[in-house]
């Protein structure tokens, strides 16, 4: 296990479980999102006894803590993403092949701007996720619309 993710549990105040601790072992392996199911079936291969709503759970407790991403795909379903990058940033998401990348650019500072002065309101946070075909993918598959 990851020393960072163990520390990151510690500060959350979540107890470093066995099941916790799996289900971090799997994000870390994989370069792609995944379903809670799919985290689920995995870990049925190390735990024979683990439920569903254990895993969703935990998935939840982790993406509040910060150590997760919680992916908003266009198909509805929710979908965890283990991101190393700890800096402000944001992702591009290929929904193709699953694969996740990380995006420098941040266009926050225009939309409070564009909040400020058009709504008279103010932003307290901000989420953005891009979703698209990656360069691989975009070379073989296109998108009916």
Not at 63 to 91: E, F, S
Request: hydrophobic share 40%.
């Amino acid at each position: 296990m990851n020393k960072d993710l163990y520390v990151a549990l510690k500060s959350l105040n979540l107890k470093a479980t066995p099941k916790r601790l799996a289900i971090l072992d799997i994000l870390v392996a994989e370069s792609v999102y995944l379903a809670p199911e799919e985290v689920w079936r995995k870990m049925r291969k190390r735990f024979k006894s683990i439920g569903l709503p254990t895993i969703y759970r935990n998935l939840e407790d982790l993406a509040n803590g910060g150590v997760l991403i919680k992916i908003i795909h266009p198909d509805r379903k929710l979908y965890y993403y283990l991101c190393a990058n700890a800096d402000h940033h944001h992702h591009f998401i290929c929904i193709n092949c699953k694969k996740v990348e990380d995006l420098s650019y941040c266009g926050a500072e225009e939309i409070e701007k564009e909040v400020k002065k058009n709504l008279k309101g103010r932003v307290i946070s901000h989420l953005m996720q891009v979703f698209g075909l990656c360069k691989d993918c975009s070379v073989s598959r296109t998108i009916a619309t």
